[in-house]
């Protein structure tokens, strides 16, 4: 009789040993099932609810917490877009409206500039005005393609390139100033045919930015190169510095980040409009430092390339 209660009672112990473990497989299969719903939700589907197929209370509730809680976050999510879009819409319209009074003010200023019945005094008083006045243009151009870079959903216009003359045409473009300024310059530009994707206006929009940039801060060097790499190809433009040059190569594409030099010219957004026309692009940029050269990359995918 005492025997038979104690093999009852090891019956009931391993019956619970069973049921307890059953219920935990149970409970790590249905664990294990939650993280691959939510990565998929994550990654691949966000209206892929996520399902139980074991059904018990607690976790038929956390599964409906989880699926209510990312409802709200892909509302929150698509409400924010739209915001934003609205708002960068706003600001595009804003921009342009600014922009038709400031080129006729400058229109009308150069007239008179030109009337030739000005003192020595009001031609300083107008020369200050007509200076600050381009740079309101500067501005106002600036954010206007932002705002219109960021308001804009649609696919870009994506075609082959050849980058050896697209940037040569570019270099052309900038002559007149760099002679002026009387700069040493390298150009290493391919000789072969190297296809890159992208939209060309993007590119030059780039590419004249990246002028821009060297125009004020270069003291008497600038070069340009092209390096084919097994997948991409890096454009570089790169410069020495003025002397009085002073600022922190990791906020260069920042918006209204300045350097400290002699020129304080322009709005402080033109490497941000580039790393914004990058994003655009699928292409990544770069500025580093190297002694008294400022470099520059535009890492782009290449779509053929022959070394040279």
Known sequence: MERAGIHLVIGILVLAIIVFVVRLYQYKRQIRGFTVAVKKRRDVDYNQPVTV???????????????????????????????????NNVIAGISHDFRTPLTSANGYMQ????????????????????????????????????????????????????????LSECV?????????????????????DVFVETNEHYLKRMLENLFSNVRKYVKSYMGMSVICEKEHVVIVVENDLKDETDFD??????PFYRGRARSNEGSGLGLYVV?????????EVQAECVEDRFRLSVIAKQSHCQHF
């Not at 003192?119 to 219109?148: G, N, P």
């Not at 052309?172 to 072969?192: C, D, M, N, V, Y």
């Not at 914004?276 to 692009?281: Q, W």
Request: net charge negative.
């Open 249 to 254: 190569v990791s906020q260069v594409f920042e």
């Open 111 to 166: 007239l008179l500039a030109k009337g030739g019945n000005l003192s020595d005094k009001d031609k300083e008083y107008l020369d200050i005005a007509m200076k600050k006045i381009t740079y309101l243009k500067l501005l106002s151009d600036d954010f206007f393609e932002i705002s219109a870079l960021e308001a804009k959903g649609e696919d870009l216009e994506i075609s082959p390139i050849n980058l050896g003359n697209f």
């Open 53 to 87: 197929d074991y059904f018990n209370r607690d976790i038929l509730e956390l599964a409906d917490a989880l699926n209510e809680y990312t409802d709200l976050q892909k509302s929150l999510a698509l409400q924010y877009a739209g915001d934003r879009r609205q708002l």
């Open 172 to 192: 052309l473009q900038q002559h007149a100033w760099i002679e002026q300024q009387g700069l040493k310059t390298s150009f290493r530009l391919p000789q072969e």
């Open 275 to 283: 790393k914004c026309l990058a994003k655009r692009l699928g292409y």
